[in-house]
């Protein structure tokens, strides 16, 4: 197997009010969001022609998304060949929470982590997410 995490896909984390922290982002950050939050835009070292992205997403603090981990937060992580790494992590004992979903944008699995941490795996398409993606922060 070539690669396994390639680079951050985005950071979800629980509050009381997602839109107050939007809002405050934006207003003291300059953070352009919609209602996902932002997507970092951004380009690949070993392919400077191609966009990429990291999302930043404030969740609702009741959201089940995360189980079955109780943290207030999970990372996503960009990974090459999804199919691959969740036979390879299967056969290392890791604790895989559901199958593979697929969408237009990519391939994503969780994952759980020592500490108990639900991970999100995800094989991007970054064409098409750069389609979809409403707001955008860029350097």
């Not at 680079?7 to 209602?35: C, M, S």
């Not at 390879?88 to 994503?108: A, H, M, N, P, W």
């Amino acid at each position: 197997m070539k690669k396994r995490v390639t680079g951050i896909g985005g950071i979800f984390f629980k509050v009381k009010n997602p839109d107050q922290t939007k809002a405050w982002y934006h207003k003291h950050l300059g953070l352009e969001v919609d209602r996902y939050g932002t997507a970092f835009e951004w380009r690949s070292s070993e392919n400077p022609s191609q966009k990429s992205f990291s999302q930043w997403s404030p969740m609702k603090e009741d959201t089940t998304y995360f189980q079955p981990s109780k943290k207030d937060f999970m990372i996503n992580y960009r990974v090459e060949n999804l199919e691959l790494l969740v036979e390879e992590l299967k056969r290392e004992g890791v604790v895989i929470l559901d199958d593979i979903q697929t969408f237009d944008y990519g391939k994503f699995v969780h994952i759980l982590d020592p500490d108990g941490h639900s991970i999100e795996l995800w094989e991007p398409n970054d064409k098409v997410y750069d389609q979809i993606v409403e707001a955008r922060t860029v350097s």
